[in-house]
């Protein structure tokens, strides 16, 4: 099945800094969704971006299809941006209805 | 709109007991899933449905029991629970495969 590798494992920041995540997928898709959990295990829908360039305030996001990564951007951090923030795609297999392949994610801490 | 709720969002077995974890979504959406999280890793897929009366196995499906009666309902059973089902359970929906995926709360099951 399509393999999933998100970096960098662990991220500890200040507030107010910048920073970005990669995922990388080893397989054409055609759903590729950012989540972040918070701290209470509730998961927040950020981005569904199979290709393109989204934002939406702080966060924006680039998925690059043809070379198989995606990137979650996070500018001018808070302590709420806090908790594990997961890359999961679905493999553009051809009329396959499976779900979605999740990565390990990225634990972000931010230190006030 | 509740979007996707679950029922219980705890619950303690013991190993052998049986128990249903129920999944209601009220965006007439067609696709619903059941994954399951353990602890420091991403989602795994259970099982599926595309539709009502249609079920499908999903990456870790052993022990595990669904059925989609309804087309907001999506159950998922345990016959005879065992530790190595301790976990937090999630559901989600979609309006078709590839479309954007929104999840419940979660359910944390602890199987002693």
């Known amino acids: 099945g399509i393999q999933v590798e998100q970096s960098p494992p662990d991220l500890i920041l200040q507030e107010g800094a910048n920073s970005t995540l990669r995922c990388n997928f080893s397989?054409?898709?055609?759903?590729l969704q950012w989540f972040h959990q918070n701290p209470w295990g509730q998961l927040i829908n950020l981005f569904y971006i199979p290709s393109g360039t989204k934002q939406n305030g702080r966060l924006s996001a680039t998925t690059v299809a043809t070379e198989r990564y995606s990137l979650l951007y996070i500018s001018s951090s808070q302590t709420t941006d806090s908790g594990v923030y997961f890359c999961?795609?679905?493999?553009?297999?051809?009329?396959?209805?499976?779900?979605?392949?999740f990565g390990k994610g990225t634990h972000l801490i931010i230190q006030p | 709109n509740a979007g996707v709720t679950q029922t219980p969002k705890f619950r303690v077995l013991k190993t052998g007991q049986s128990m249903t974890l129920l999944c209601a979504q009220d965006?007439?959406?067609?696709?619903m899933y059941w994954y399951r999280q353990d602890p420091g890793m991403g989602l795994r897929l259970i099982h599926y449905?595309?539709?009502?009366?249609?079920?499908a196995k999903g990456e870790v499906p052993d022990g595990y029991n669904v059925s989609r009666l309804k087309k907001q309902n999506f159950l998922l059973g345990l016959e005879s629970a065992a530790p190595s089902q301790t976990s937090v359970y999630f559901c989600a929906s979609s309006y078709e495969g590839d479309n954007e995926q929104f999840f419940g709360p979660g359910t944390r099951l602890t199987v002693l």
């Open positions: 965006m007439n959406h067609e696709y």
């Open positions: 449905s595309v539709g009502e009366g249609t079920t």
């Open positions: 999961a795609v679905r493999g553009d297999s051809g009329g396959g209805a499976d779900g979605l392949t």
């Open positions: 397989d054409s898709v055609n759903n």
